[in-house]
């Protein structure tokens, strides 16, 4: 049972313009989320986070978007830069502010367009 | 610079082996976790220790073992009975401050053959 999903598997933007990237969770017990993004070989880095008290966080040309009623959270990018193409993985916990336990959905592979 | 080292980055075995991967970070991070990332499958938690001498299994444990002996070092253990080894294998600290996100080494490739 995926409790985090991510069901687009690839996203291409255009250099420049705005890249979102969504994420939808069914466990009703997550209240921590996080944005890593990740190159081929390579560990996951962290990109932002957001607790369940928040409805936005942003960070410089990230913010992430939380809906709790409706289990949704989204990223945007503004604006995207050829960088940015890396895969992205949406991870939830249940321990606010923490980082233990983290689930994870099956990413989202973005490719920016020059 | 303080980070967390896995090795080797590739690794290869014959099917029926044991094979040992290594973890080490120098973060003084309490807590360690081994993840394992398949094509389309994200990231599934193995084993996790959030003391030294003490781990707790994860999502898919079976096939695997760990030991945390140090503070540093969380190797993992893939076993004979793993169904399904070859996989890039994650493993990743948390520190204990408010918001701090879980930091990944750069992963080890098993290929099981």
């Known amino acids: 049972d995926q409790q985090v999903k991510q069901n687009s598997p690839s996203l291409s933007v255009q250099e420049g313009r705005i890249s979102i990237l969504n994420c939808d969770y069914t466990?009703?017990?997550?209240?921590?989320f996080l944005w890593y993004k990740k190159y081929p070989a390579e560990g996951p880095t962290f990109l932002i986070s957001i607790s369940s008290i928040k409805d936005k966080n942003e960070d410089g040309r990230f913010t992430v978007f939380l809906n709790k009623s409706a289990k949704h959270l989204s990223l945007h990018i503004v604006p995207s830069q050829p960088g940015d193409s890396a895969v992205y993985f949406c991870a939830a916990s249940a321990f606010l502010t923490r980082s233990e336990k983290l689930t994870f959905g099956t990413g989202t592979r973005l490719t920016i367009i020059p | 610079d303080g980070g967390i080292t896995q090795s080797p980055k590739y690794l290869f075995r014959k099917e029926g082996q044991n094979v040992t991967l290594s973890c080490e970070q120098n973060?003084?991070?309490?807590?360690m976790y081994w993840y394992r990332q398949d094509p389309g499958q994200g990231l599934r938690l193995i084993y996790y220790?959030?003391?030294?001498?003490?781990?707790q299994k994860g999502d898919i444990a079976e096939g695997y073992s760990v030991s945390r002996e140090k503070k540093e070092s969380f190797p993992l253990t893939v076993t004979s009975a793993q169904k399904n080894p070859t996989a890039f294998y994650l493993c990743?600290?948390?520190?204990?401050?408010?918001?701090?996100?879980?930091?990944f080494g750069n992963g080890t490739r098993l290929t099981v053959t």
């Open positions: 466990n009703s017990m997550f209240d921590y």
């Open positions: 220790s959030q003391i030294v001498n003490d781990f």
């Open positions: 973060l003084n991070h309490d807590a």
């Open positions: 990743a600290s948390l520190g204990g401050r408010i918001n701090s996100p879980l930091h």
